[in-house]
């Protein structure tokens, strides 16, 4: 059944059927997308890993990347031919900054040429298949195995178990990312904005109705429900805290909360702690299985080893400086079918201090991260909009993409057409973009060669030209008073 048609099924099914079908997705991802003993078992090796010394790490790190080099070598086209032409092998690397032998991968190479860095062994009708977003640039095709995808979800259920959960695999979870869970006619009469995943014990919120007046339903549902845990956007939260603050809401204290995918800034990050008492832990990860980096109990972001190999490269591909920020090179050891080596993100980093942690750990620090600064969007009909790439994931014959907010009234999509790129697309893409912004807002789409980067290349996927007119009460933009 083609995608539309589910989701037309869906939007158009009673709230009652709606909590079924979700629960049912997340029936398929507890026991066809995540193999539970392997999750188990690979977490209480990450327990067990979690205090070694910087050498042990280092150790480990050769061992798997000799692993994977192997396999790429012998199976995956786009490095058995590498190999050809540079004449190593695995056992030629004799420390993990040895990978600096092999070039640095750009998405540009991968976009459209996926079928080069598959393992030829594993054939892909028992594969995972799944892709990037559309707004940050290049979509990308991505394949895993349902061992990866359970070993990669064993990272972040330590990164729970750091934040002090004692069900680190099944809490009590409030979740607010960028799932479609209502059809937009459904969120006129009814003010119910959450659907329930019972299999994964929890209580998913929409991030695309969070205007003042529906700001007091959600704060209602979150204290009915009690969530141990509250994870996703940090703007989808800080809506939350600004309008209840204003009304004089109560917000629950949940054991922790975790945050993803948008930059979480200091001043946000306590506004959001003290208004829900509690610890709030920031994440950095990737649709491609590439790298976890994740806050320790003190604060504190640190590289997660076991998961693979991050560099931190300057303009020339040299490691960068302390102090400095570069560009974020990554390896995964976890993905035996889609081999990315030295894949150049997109997005740039700081390292931090070689010193070790107060929380006792010597996995590597990062600084600073500074590759997810997109802006919010106020849109009227709807409220605070942060990231659009999940309503766009999936669209095809598009390079690179950025939505520019003009005013209140006007959305600009310019678009970089790839081979087979039609109208149709771009229709398909404004229908994507619907569902986050709503029908009262024009949306134009204007193909262009290329998008303008910053001076330091950094590329923005949302840009906003009236920030000063979003509402004084829901400023993103403004510390707290």
Known sequence: MATDIKEYIYYRSPIWLQNIIVSGQGLLFRYRRADERIMREFYEFLIKSNRWTTEQYRSYQLIKLREILKIAFNNVPYYRDLQKELRCEPEDFKKPEDISFLPILEKSQVRGQEHLFLNETIDLKNCLAGGTGGTTGTPLKLYDIREGFSRRWAFVIRLRHWAGLK??????????????????????????????????????FSSYHLTPQNVPYYVKALNDYHPELIDGFPSALLAIVRVSRRLGLRLPSPQAIIVTSETIFPEHRAEIEEAFDCRLFDQYAASEPSCFWCDCEYGEMHENPEYGISEIVNSVGEPASPGEAGDILVTSFLNPVMLLIRYRLGDRAVRGSAARCLCGREMPRIEKIEGRFDDIFYIPERGYVGRLDAPLKGLKNIIESQVIQEDLENIRVLIVPDLGYNPETGQQLIHALRY??????????ETVDNIPRLPNGKFIAQISKVKHLYPDEMDMYKHKA
Do not use: C, M
């Open 436 to 445: 986050v912004v709503g029908d009262k807002i024009n949306i134009s789409i």
């Open 167 to 204: 069900n680190p695999f099944y809490p009590r979870l409030a979740h607010f990312t960028g799932r479609k869970l209502l059809a937009p006619e459904q969120s006129l009469g009814k003010p119910i904005f959450w659907r329930w995943n019972f299999p994964g014990n929890a209580l998913l």
